[in-house]
């Protein structure tokens, strides 16, 4: 066997998007980034993923802060670094597809805030909901990291990967990313996986693992053997559990070997001092209740569909059905033609599982997005879907066979006209179009705090005798 040739390893850090998004609800603020921004900037990352994601939607949502200041913010602390997003295809940072408009304006608004490197997904691996994201991506010169989502089943095998992973290379993507949103990538699975993949392609492959089941530290030791390029961890007060593996843990087992990082221990020490002090500002939203979950090897459940499961039968005062959910889970997966669990695909079929046990028959009552979704309007499904669930469901309506988004009217001139009133940006546009009411909310509270503001100057200045606040 022919020794692969060995290479010091890159490494994106996630802690300031996907870290905290796994394990605090995307809650961290800005304010609590910005303080140790200098000195992330000064390890030498290949990148950092800050951006994308849950963060867009919970910025707005939760923590009444505008996602694009944030970007801007963290670009004016962290100028050497690559800065990264995870882009949802087609879907955006949002739960559907949207028009092409809205996608073209989104990425070359996103690029000229600040990233560099757009990670692309798409929750089916379907690459025409990926194809618009790419191509306006190059057009304004951001580097393309076409991603694909792994899963395990009967139709996710290497040679879908590496056939996947060529498709995307053709379509111009500068790197390719294998995204273990659920942790299940096994150690001698992820060997065989990157070596095929360099085998097939001429371009950088990243390797995105969770650590939900407790594999993905040793999953990427083999990977690593096999020529990964790039490999994605968080500080250690911000990793583990469904985080990502500890930087520097790999960082002390490579030091000294050809795979050697390079990255200073002693400053990643100190980052991760400050985040553990800043987690604990974020302890009603923490739910990394221990460090392994034996529930994703055998359902494939990303962390995150735990906790919404857990809420939404204690709503129904049903959580004694847990695990008929969990079981329930597989079957609907497979009904649907496999989907990889990853957003939104998760949620479509998370949320169906519990309708199937609630209601004591399965398919009873069905959620719009599982409709949707069986009508072909969140893309193409790995495998075919279950003929007597589609017809009971959906009946037989003819299936959208063509990319969904073609079907789709331009949406920013709307968007545009509605948010007129309020808006101070064109990104204030976007937001409105990608989340109407979330963001309509944000932008009518960001007015009136504003207009408060200008107020009490107003009445400030007037009381000191100050000019320029009267009438002309």
């Known amino acids: 066997m022919k020794e692969k040739k060995a290479s010091k390893l890159r490494i994106t850090d996630t802690t300031l998007r996907d870290a905290h998004q796994s394990l605090l609800a995307t809650r961290m603020k800005t304010e609590d980034m910005l303080p140790i921004a200098e000195k992330i900037d000064a390890v030498g990352y290949h990148s950092l993923e800050v951006w994308g994601g849950a963060t867009f939607d919970s910025c707005l949502r939760f923590l009444g802060e505008d996602p694009w200041e944030r970007l801007r913010q963290i670009r004016k602390h962290i100028p050497k670094t690559k800065l990264q997003m995870l882009l949802r295809g087609q879907n955006l940072v949002g739960y559907k597809n949207y028009a092409d408009d809205v996608v073209e304006e989104f990425i070359k608004r996103a690029v000229g805030n600040g990233i560099d490197i757009m990670r692309i997904f798409d929750a089916l691996n379907d690459s025409r909901n990926m194809a618009k994201a790419i191509e306006v991506s190059k057009q ?5 990291q076409a991603t694909v989502s792994y899963t395990t089943s009967p139709v996710h095998d290497i040679a ?3 056939s996947t992973a060529k498709e995307l290379e053709e379509m111009g993507a500068d790197s390719i990313c ?12 992820a060997y065989e996986l990157i070596t095929e993949l360099k085998k097939a ?8 693992c969770h650590y939900t089941s407790g594999m993905a530290s040793m999953s990427y030791l083999k990977a690593i053997e096999a020529g990964v390029d790039a490999v994605d961890t968080a500080v250690s007060s911000l990793a583990l559990a469904t985080s990502q593996p500890a930087v520097e843990t790999l960082v002390a087992s490579l030091q000294g070997t050809p795979y050697d990082t390079g990255l200073n221990l002693e400053l990643l020490s100190e980052i991760a001092a400050y985040f553990k002090e800043v987690r604990k500002k974020y302890r009603e939203f923490d739910v990394a209740a221990g460090t392994v979950d034996p529930h994703v090897l055998r359902y494939q459940i990303p962390g995150g569909m ?20 969990l079981e329930e889970v597989p079957r609907v997966r497979k009904d649907l033609g496999y989907p990889p669990l990853v957003t939104p695909s998760s949620q479509i079929v998370g949320t169906q599982a519990v309708l199937n046990v609630l209601m004591g028959e399965r398919y009873k009552m069905v959620a719009t997005e599982v409709k949707n979704y069986l009508g072909g309007y969140y893309g193409r499904p790995p495998a075919p879907i279950d003929e007597k669930v589609k017809k009971k469901i959906i009946g037989t309506g003819e299936t959208i066979t063509c990319r969904p988004a073609d079907l789709l009217e331009p949406e920013l001139p709307k968007a545009r006209e509605e948010v007129a009133p309020y808006m101070e940006s064109d990104e204030d546009v976007i937001s409105y179009a990608l989340f109407p009411q979330v963001a309509l909310k944000f932008l009518k509270e960001r007015l009136a705090k504003k207009t408060r503001v200008d107020y009490d100057l107003a009445e400030e200045a007037a009381e000191e005798g100050g000019p320029g606040y009267y009438p002309a």
């Not at 294998?178 to 699975?189: E, N, Q, R, S």
């Open 178 to 189: 294998v995204k273990d949103m659920a942790g299940i990538l096994d150690p001698f699975t």
């Open 160 to 162: 879908h990967y590496v």
């Open 140 to 144: 304004e010169g951001a580097h393309v």
């Open 306 to 325: 735990i906790s919404n499961f857990i809420s939404q039968l204690s709503q129904q005062n049903a959580l004694d059905k847990l695990d008929q959910v």
């Open 201 to 208: 392609l001429s371009i950088p492959v990243q390797l995105h």
